[in-house]
């Protein structure tokens, strides 16, 4: 297996480790030999991952390659069938209650933004925290709107999804995985479905997280935030991890001919 | 960062565009509506010509020949006959309710009015602020609106108040409608912090009616409501509270309210002596509006549960444990619902034996519907999946009629000896229920269906709880995706009353047939005019429902545009 020879002892051709996480080095994410099925077909084949604290990471990889499935299976949305994932400690199990656990502990943004269309903004933000956490109103309300100033749009609070741009909501569903003050956030394809001239304000919001210490597991395709903001950067291919490498490796040095033939195709 | 493409302003145009309206001559809206092109052309000649036969020269031919060859136009327009609507006024209205406590209905129609446009304005006036408050445009509601949406209704009033042979009808419809607009006024202007508890207002509004019309054997019920609002006291003294400890609290003050007062039914019962009317008794309106409306309410929540329990069977497996928790407490609550309705707590006073039956009943019910409601993912198990099937395949494969034939003769076999069978009208009230109950199950599915995956996913990845996913964001969506189609179904539930006639009880379709075969009336073709009167009171109601759900609607979607 190809995951054997890129991620196993004999990393001589390797850059980076996918179990040696960068960040403060501390784990917050470890996948260990993580099978998925979807029936008979195997969508991802002995994953082996740690996330550091504070550390961003992004996916790549040709479509179907199962980076959402990767991502989407850290919060339970896919059950996985075989290995383990642990996330700030806690083992995701059939336990409905560490299920709850992590997902409270995990952000995710979605590709087609999924807020929560009767809702305002200010109640899409606020409803996990008031639910889940049980925050009193005035302090939940309070910290959407911070969070709307951090993603730039506060004059929106009171509006509701269907009035805003794509590039708007999308910052408005990161407010919204943030309202839960969570350990890691999780992009799948953030930005794929924004018209380009969005593109940016929402990349922006991202930076910014980063900056200040965020852990986020980000699948994109978009290089440029990959080159500027990734720690390490995950090339996934056929439902392996193919090749991890600091993304000054990755685009100046990649080992792996599927890697090679991928970059060559959308650089 | 080099690769990002530059901040480009967005273009944001808020403005709605109305389309110009300007005034048209008569010519000219002639030929912009009638006449526009040559295919509506042709259409309108032909429905002049088709108009022109059915009514113009069929009835002038009536009218001169002075046949009753048009029996409607002839017989009640021409020759004025509408004493067969005078004289048995009452009994459409009330059918065979005891004349000396008409004042009971009357009174429980004031309450409810009060109530309710007691919270409508607290309503209104609480959505009004919030718009302010964001910056958008505040709704209005002048005089102008209330009348063009009552109008239906105030015009059958004004009818019937016509056909009155006194003054009292007019005196309590005078009364109603000063409560109406008092209400509706008080409502607009109370203190902001009873504004936000202003939903609890027809929960009085109700009990106070159910009380007006039986008197103490509903006190039970209604001290449910009152331990609900003492249990409500720790939830405003701290949300900060354990929820365990707020539930247990909300519990123990309903119990305890229902078991108190189930004691003292009884006895208070012999006090006052006057248990009032039971519903057995009513007719007329009032038994057509009594079961449509339990088919809405009652049924309503009940549709979503089975709704929920049949498409259970595709979302995740079940623990075994929650499985037989959900399905012990589906039983229960059904049994308790049973047990209610069975001995006659809504037709007479409690017994000593029976008390303890209703009250644990009672207590049960809410809890099991809640339980149910939030295991129904695990409801997945056959066993539920199955009988929600089951239920919802039945009731919707045989025909309403049947059913109630059905209901009147059978259902009395499921109640347990020592139990008084319930009445007619009870029977009337579970078998209209559980038909109403297994077609709105089926709309609240579809409705379901049409809530997008990413939804339960965005509501999942925030930590949301499977209840409260489904109670919180499936929901709502669901439900408002189908107000058409509810709508539908409750109007044509509320005409379906009509069909209680046929199982002998004194519905308005029934009370016309009886007034043509009076000895007065009989044979002097009265029927059509009868027949009116009824189908007017049927079509106001639907029309109002159905006018008052596009407003609904439109309000939904205004907001979320
Ligand atoms: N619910 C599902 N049922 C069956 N097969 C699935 C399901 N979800 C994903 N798959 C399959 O698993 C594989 C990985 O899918 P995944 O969505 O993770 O790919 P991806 O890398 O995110 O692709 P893209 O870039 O197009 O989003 C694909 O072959 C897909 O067809
Ligand atoms: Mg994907």
Redesign the interface.
């Known amino acids: 297996m190809s995951v054997e020879d890129t991620n196993g002892g004999e990393s001589a051709h390797v850059f980076a480790d996918a179990t040696q996480a960068a960040g403060t080095g501390e784990a917050l994410i470890t996948i260990e030999n993580m099978d998925k099925f979807f029936g008979d077909f195997q969508a991802l084949k002995d994953i082996n991952l740690t996330v550091g604290l504070q550390e961003v990471v992004v996916v790549i990889g040709p479509s179907g390659s199962g980076k959402s499935t990767l991502i989407r299976c850290v919060?339970r949305?896919e059950k996985h069938d075989a290995g383990t994932i642990t996330v700030d400690g806690v083992e995701l199990s059939?336990d409905?209650k560490n299920i709850?656990e992590v997902?409270?502990e995990?952000?995710?943004v979605?590709q087609?933004f999924?807020?929560?269309?009767?809702l305002?903004i200010l109640e899409n933000i606020t409803?996990?925290p008031r639910?889940?956490r049980?925050v009193?109103k005035a302090e939940a309300e309070a910290h959407a709107m911070e969070l709307l100033e951090r993603v730039k749009i506060p004059e929106q609070v009171?509006k509701?999804?269907?009035?805003l741009?794509g590039?708007?909501q999308q910052r408005v569903?990161i407010a919204?995985?943030l309202?839960?003050r969570p350990k890691v956030m999780l992009f799948d394809e953030p930005t794929s479905a924004l018209d380009?001239?969005?593109?940016?304000?929402v990349?922006?919001s991202m930076?910014e997280l980063a900056r200040e210490g965020m852990t986020m597991v980000v699948v994109t395709h978009?290089?440029?935030?990959a080159?500027?903001v990734a720690d390490r950067v995950v090339f996934m291919a056929d439902g392996e991890i193919v090749e991890v490498g600091t993304p000054e490796h990755f685009f100046t040095n990649p080992q792996e001919e599927r890697t090679k033939a991928f970059l060559s195709q959308i650089l | 960062m080099t690769d990002l493409i530059n901040d480009l302003p967005l273009p944001i145009d808020d403005e709605t565009r109305r389309p110009v309206t300007k005034k048209l001559t008569a010519g000219e809206w002639v030929k912009e509506n009638l006449f526009a092109t040559k295919t509506s052309g042709v259409f309108t000649v032909l429905f002049a010509l088709i108009f022109i036969q059915l009514f113009v020269f069929n009835i002038t031919d009536a009218l001169l020949q002075g046949e009753y060859k048009l029996g409607v136009v002839t017989n009640w327009l021409v020759n004025n006959e509408y004493e067969i609507l005078r004289v048995n006024l009452r009994l459409w209205m009330v059918g065979r309710f005891p004349k000396e406590e008409v004042w009971r209905p009357v009174g429980a129609a004031w309450a409810l009015c009060f109530t309710f446009s007691l919270t409508g304005g607290a309503m209104f006036e609480s959505s009004r602020r919030q718009a302010i408050e964001a910056g958008t445009e505040p709704p209005e509601s002048t005089p102008r609106d209330m009348l063009r949406r009552a109008w239906p209704m105030l015009a059958l009033v004004g009818l019937v108040l016509i056909l009155t042979q006194t003054i009292i009808p007019w005196v309590n419809a005078g009364v109603a409608l000063g409560l109406l607009v008092a209400g509706r006024w008080i409502g607009q202007h109370l203190p902001e912090f009873v504004r936000s508890w202003a939903w609890w207002f027809p929960l009085v509004g109700l009990c106070s009616a159910i009380i007006m019309m039986q008197a103490n054997s509903f006190l039970p019920l209604l001290a449910t409501f009152v331990g609900l609002a003492v249990a409500l006291v720790p939830k405003l003294l701290g949300p900060e509270r354990p929820r365990l400890f707020r539930w247990a609290a909300m519990a123990g003050a309903m119990v305890a309210s229902f078991l108190l007062a189930s004691m003292l039914s009884g006895p208070l019962n012999d006090l006052v002596g006057d248990p009032g009317v039971g519903w057995d008794k009513w007719g007329g309106m009032m038994v057509n509006l009594l079961v449509a409306i339990s088919g809405i309410v009652i049924a309503f929540p009940l549709g979503i549960l089975l709704a929920l329990g049949r498409r259970g069977s595709r979302t995740a497996p079940a623990s075994n444990q929650t499985t037989i928790i959900g399905v012990i407490c589906a039983v229960i609550g059904a049994i308790a619902f049973v047990v209610i309705f069975g001995t006659g707590t809504m037709v007479k006073p409690l017994g000593l034996i029976e008390f303890p039956f209703a009250a644990v009943g009672g207590a049960v019910i809410g809890g099991a519907l809640g339980a149910a409601l939030s295991l129904s993912r695990q409801s997945t198990t056959p066993l539920f999946w199955g009988l929600s099937v089951t239920f919802i395949e039945f009731i919707r494969g045989v025909p309403l009629i049947t059913l109630l034939f059905f209901g009147d003769s059978m259902l009395l076999f499921f109640f347990p000896k020592g139990f008084d069978a319930p009445s007619q009208v009870t029977r009337a009230m579970i078998v209209v229920t559980a038909f109403s109950a297994a077609y709105i199950a089926e709309i609240v599915r579809g409705g379901l269906q049409a809530v997008d995956k990413g939804q339960i996913e965005a509501a999942q990845a925030v930590g949301l709880p499977f209840g409260k996913v489904q109670r919180l964001i499936v929901l709502p969506q669901a439900l408002r995706a189908v107000i058409p189609a509810m709508v539908g179904q409750f109007i044509s539930l509320w005409k379906d009353t009509s069909l209680l006639g046929f199982i002998s009880l004194t519905e308005i379709l029934k009370v016309s047939r009886a007034a043509n075969s009076q000895p007065d009336f009989q044979g002097r073709g009265l029927q059509d005019l009868t027949f009116m009167f009824v189908a007017l009171i049927f079509w106001v109601v639907s029309y109002t429902m159905s006018r008052e759900s596009q407003r609904l609607e439109k309000k939904l979607r205004g907001a979320e545009r």
């Open positions: 919060n949305l059939d409905i709850q997902r409270r995990t952000g995710m979605f087609s999924n807020l929560f269309p009767h305002t409803l996990a639910e889940v049980h009193p009171n509701y999804p269907g009035q741009s590039g708007q569903a919204r995985a309202a839960m380009p001239e969005m593109i940016n304000e990349l922006e930076l978009e290089m440029g935030f080159r500027e």
